[in-house]
Every structure is written in C-alpha cells, then in structure tokens.
C-alpha cells in the first residue's frame, strides 16, 4: 500500500521529508520491525517509542508515525497528536477494513466478558452461523476449537486488524464475537472497529478504567487498590494482573512484581510478555537460576524473544544454551511425589474428582466453584483452571502427555484441560456423565443419565 493511501483519511498535523513509498507492514517495536514497515513511535507510562525509531529505521522503517520529529532521518515522519490512538486507524487501513464485512459484536464491562462472549458464539453456531471469538486466552474459530496466539485480552490494533481480515478472507466466518477490556478502550486497540452490536454486562465501582485513571495522575497507592479490587472481583483478570505487577515494578518493589506475574502465567503459561517480566525480575533479584527457568520457556518466535536475548546476555549466556542446560536439568532432576504417608488436605470447597501429573501435583474438581484446584508436592494451593466451560465438575482423569480430563455433570460433556491450560470440549452430548478414565488412548465415561459407560478413542 502507497503511504498516501495510508493516510489519505488520517487527521495528522505534518508531513516531514514525504516520498509516496510502499508500505508493507507496522510495527510498534523497533526489534521485530521489518523492511518496508512503517514504525509507530508509541508513547506509554514508561517507554517513549521515539527513543526507538532509529533502531527501526536500521531493522528496514521505510516511514514514521511519530508525535514529534525524529531527527537524524530522511525517510519519511507522518506527525499526530497521539501515536496511541492513530496507530489503530492506520491499521484498520492497511488492512482494508475489515471489520466492514463482519457482524462484529463487543463485549465490555467488568465482569462476565468472558461467559457472555461463549454464550454469543454458542448461539450463532446453534442457529448454524459461524462465529469465531476474540478474548482472553486468543482467538477461536468455533466454540470446539483451541486457542490460538493468547496474550491480552485485547489485541493491539494491528494484530486485531490482521485477525479480522484473516477470520473474513481466509476462514470465511462472517460472525465474530469479541471481549473488550477497559484497557484496551482506553488505548484505542479497537479503533476503527465497527460493532454492529454492543453487550455491557457490569461496572464495578473500582472498575480496572478506574486504577488506570489512578495511574496517569500518579496516584499508585489508589491505582494498585483498584486492580486488586478487579482482581478479587475476577480472579482470571489477566490486565489487571499485568497493571498491578507493573506499578509495583514501576515502584521497584521487585518481589512484589514478581510474585502478580507469576499469578499470570499459572493462568495462562503462554502469556509470554509476563513470563519474560518474571525472567527480568529473577535476574535483577538475583535469582539466576529462576530467570534461566522462566527464559527457556520462552519459544524463539515470541514477539519477547529478542528481549529475553538481552535478559540472558547480561547473564553471560544465550537462549539456546540456557534451553539446552534447562531440559537437561529437568530430564536429571526427580519429580517430586507427593508424600507417602497418611494425611489430609483440608478446607477445599464441595472436592469431587481427583488425579495427579508427573510432577507430583494433585489436581481437584470443585463442584460448586467450577474450578479445577491445583495442590503441589510443598501443599501450595493453586487455581488451576477456572473457566466457563468447567460446570459442575466431578472426576477427573489425566493421560500419558499431561492432558486432564473433566466430566462436566451440568453441562453434558468432558472438557480435556492441555499442560498449557487451554479448555476445550473434548466430547458432547453424554447424559450427566460421571466417572472418568483413561488407559493408553482410549478414555472411558460412565453416564448416569444413560446407564452406561461409553468408550471414546483420543
């Protein structure tokens, strides 16, 4: 696309050293930028992307989206008023609009998000229409379906445009469904977007918008009491989690910060923004060991890779050794097992089924919560999974892989929960099934409803 139709609709306030050049891509962060990009300089809390730019006019910027000039350049700078919020209107050029050929619906508030956008898409694919869903673990292109590239609840504009245009053209689904967060309004990520429905489930009166607004007017005290407010409120509210460790980290209470990002990756492990967080903070504590832990997780196509890179070179290493000295450390070490002795594990809410990993770990079906309860070798409680697809759990059952296996009583069917933590049905329509068990690829499932044990292959 030609920069000038880039911009033909975009309310800027200059143009510096223009030239009607191609433009193939955007970016926003100058170590993943490529040849042909135009490189958005965003100006946050803590990081002015304008201190970047020349970086990415070396990684191949052919043009600039700035706030202020960027000296030192010949290529091309488009000046706005808020990088941060043209960003998204960029986008949603570039990729053709296209939500305009979408039912796009979006859903905000401060609880129920999550419940409300399963229930849209379970409707749709009810009344034989597909519709994918974008929210807190990714995207999905049908209720059945995995996950796919998770991180925030909301995408940053580019990445949501790119969604969009691939849900259109290449899946052919004209149907999608969308979580909201009040932070990604506050940011602009679904500018441009047009909904041609809106769901507003609640307002809480310490909403996560609130602790934002805290934030920017430094007050931190009353900002992290309204995130932890949120998060009492839903404790899978991943932003509000993410804005948390970062004021403490902003705050450099390292153990703190530490501690709210670890609470990410339990929820979701492919979070790997706090998983390299949690990296950064172990090393600056000192705990060398835990950083090269946390950075091995990290795979080499991550948008974070590059950045762990740095992590593991202050700490004279590199990624593929410290990959390499990781799995040969867990393939010497022993599992932890769970002790050998009588005992009990007391005060867990209406327990149901249970079953155990490799590792040593006790995982517990809670009926009431709709929770799975993780318990490890050191008796720490964990929420495992806690997610609108676990209703009315009873047993559990776990394969050779790591994959659990929950009978959902309420709901009529078996979720598999992956060694990642991704839900998905794994079979439907069975009349309130009951026990559950897997031997080799074959799993097992009495139904109470049909007086019968059924017989499912994986």
């Known amino acids: 696309m030609k920069l000038d139709e880039l911009i033909e609709y975009l309310d800027y306030k200059d143009l510096i050293n223009f030239k009607n050049i191609d433009i193939t891509g955007i970016s926003y962060n100058s170590k993943t930028t490529k040849k042909g990009d135009i490189f958005v300089c965003l100006v946050g809390e803590h990081t002015d992307g304008h201190e970047y730019a020349q970086d990415a006019i070396k990684a191949g910027a052919a043009a600039l989206l700035v706030e202020r000039k960027v000296e030192g350049t010949k290529i091309p700078q488009v000046v706005v008023s808020s990088t941060r919020h043209k960003i ?108 041609n429905g809106a769901v507003f489930t609640n307002l809480t009166q310490d909403h996560l918008n609130q602790g934002v607004d805290y934030y920017k007017i430094g007050q931190y005290d009353r900002a992290m009491a309204s995130f932890r407010q949120a998060i009492e409120l839903d404790p899978n509210y991943i932003d509000a989690y993410y804005n948390l460790g970062t004021i403490l980290e902003y705050l450099k209470q390292d153990d703190a910060a530490l501690a709210v990002f670890k609470q990410i990756i339990v929820r979701n492990p492919n979070d790997y923004e706090s998983v390299y967080k949690a990296a950064q903070l172990s090393n600056k504590l000192g705990q060398t060991a835990k950083a090269k832990s946390y950075l091995s997780l990290i795979p080499p196509e991550s948008a974070v890779y590059t950045k762990a890179q740095s992590v593991a070179t202050s700490m004279g290493a590199d990624m593929q050794t410290i990959k390499a000295e990781e799995a040969k450390v867990n393939s010497a070490v022993e599992a932890p097992k769970i002790p050998e002795t009588n005992g009990m594990y007391n005060n867990i809410t209406s327990p149901t089924g249970v079953t155990t990993d490799s590792k040593g770990n006790l995982y517990v079906a809670c009926f009431s919560d709709n929770m799975v309860y993780k318990i490890t070798p050191d008796e720490k409680r964990i929420v495992y999974v806690k997610d609108s697809r676990i209703n009315g759990p009873i047993a559990l059952a776990s394969d050779d892989v790591g994959n659990i296996y929950v009978s959902n009583y309420n709901s009529n069917n078996v979720v598999k929960i992956s060694p990642t933590g991704v839900v998905s049905v794994q079979v439907s329509n069975i009349q309130k099934p009951y026990g559950l068990h897997v031997k080799g690829d074959l799993l097992f499932v009495s139904s109470q409803g049909s007086n019968s044990v059924l017989r499912y292959k994986l």
């Open 88 to 195: 998204a209107d960029i986008a949603d050029r570039f990729y053709s609009c296209p939500s305009k050929g979408i039912n796009l619906i979006g859903v905000t508030g401060t609880n129920g998000k999550t419940t409300v956008t399963h229930l849209i898409q379970k409707i749709f694919e009810e009344n034989n229409q597909k519709c994918a869903l974008i929210g807190t673990l990714g995207y999905k292109l049908s209720s059945n379906g995995e996950y796919r590239d998770a991180k925030h609840t909301t995408p940053q504009a580019p990445e949501l445009q790119a969604t969009l245009r691939m849900i259109k053209d290449v899946e052919k689904i004209d149907n999608v469904v969308m979580e909201v967060s009040s932070h990604a309004l506050d940011q602009n990520r679904v500018g441009g977007c047009r909904f």
